[in-house]
């Protein structure tokens, strides 16, 4: 929901504007003049065009045609994040400390080059203007609270990022509605308490197909299980292809009501589904078997990155 400026406020200004510059430097020069008069996130509309050709007083098959370009995106000069975990850096080797600098979101490590960085390098203004809410273990009910937090901030982030789902996930083909709705709370209060940011929300990284074929049969062995319709490896380690393919449409299933929610919002976009098509490796798996390491934050940001650019939020080339 970004401010935009009011047509008919914008026809008053070049009415006035037309008027003037016909009547002090002549109609050539007024024409030459209001094409310039450009304002940014604006459509000039077909009526407005000729009603500034009616009061120069020229014809509409006489009169130049003004050519109306779609504004550009521009780098955001602040950025922020909620969700869980799997935002926050967590699964990279060494201290807790150094977990935020290998976020794929807000981190600062030439090893993963995540979206701050990236901006950072096109935008200097952003250099600090970095807020990483996002908590392990969140759910869609802490991901509420983050976003409450996060209209608060100083700087206001132009962009927030949103990354949830994981937590929130139950093995049936029900509760995926109720999340919907509070999903879109969490969007509402970031739309309404950040009227000018714009929100991108990412899909589940990875699939539990390419997933459990990333794992050895020792790590297998680790997560096995044989207790529910989403247990994918039984105690011997061996993949179960019908538990996969019945998760894998349970997770489709909350991926389509975070798209659902976010096309609701006019300042939101989704990822299309970008980071749930990303093809596990064992290089991006964490000892823990849940976080990514290192190369697998570095994906997440290349991807992200590259999905930012499709959806319109930042520019397209650079």
Request: overall charge positive; aromatic content about 6%.
């Amino acid at each position: 929901m970004k401010g935009r400026g009011s047509t008919s406020s914008l026809a008053v200004a070049l009415f006035v504007a037309a008027a003037v510059m016909a009547a002090t430097t002549g109609t050539a020069t007024a024409i030459a003049a209001l094409r310039r008069l450009t304002l940014r996130r604006l459509t000039i509309t077909a009526t407005l065009s000729f009603a500034t050709v009616a009061l120069l007083g020229l014809s509409a098959s006489a009169a130049p045609a003004v050519a109306v370009r779609a504004a550009s995106p521009a780098y955001p000069s602040s950025i922020a994040v909620i969700g869980h975990s799997g935002a926050t850096g967590e699964g990279v080797s060494g201290r807790r400390a150094d977990w935020a600098h290998n976020s794929w979101v807000t981190g600062d490590s030439s090893a993963v080059q995540s979206v701050y960085s990236r901006i950072l390098a096109r935008n200097p203004a952003i250099r600090g203007n970095k807020f990483n809410l996002a908590l392990g273990g969140a759910d869609v009910a802490s991901m509420l609270l983050q976003a409450k937090k996060a209209v608060g901030l100083k700087p206001t982030p132009e962009l927030v990022i949103v990354q949830g789902i994981d937590n929130d996930i139950t093995c049936d083909n029900v509760n995926h509605k109720p999340f919907q709705v509070a999903f879109a709370r969490v969007l509402d209060v970031l739309a309404t308490g950040l009227p000018d940011a714009r929100i991108f929300v990412v899909s589940q990284f990875g699939s539990p197909g390419t997933y459990v074929r990333a794992l050895t049969l020792k790590q297998r062995l680790r997560i096995s299980g044989d207790s529910g319709r989403c247990d994918f490896i039984d105690g011997a380690g061996a993949i179960y292809p019908k538990a996969i393919a019945y998760l894998d449409a349970v997770i489709h299933r909350y991926e389509a009501a975070v798209a659902t929610a976010c096309k609701a919002v006019a300042s939101c976009r989704y990822d299309g589904g970008a980071f749930g098509r990303i093809v596990d490796r064992p290089e991006y798996i964490f000892w823990d078997l849940n976080h990514l390491k290192v190369p697998g934050q570095a994906k997440a940001a290349a991807v992200a990155w590259a999905a930012l650019k499709r959806v319109g939020i930042i520019p397209s080339s650079g």
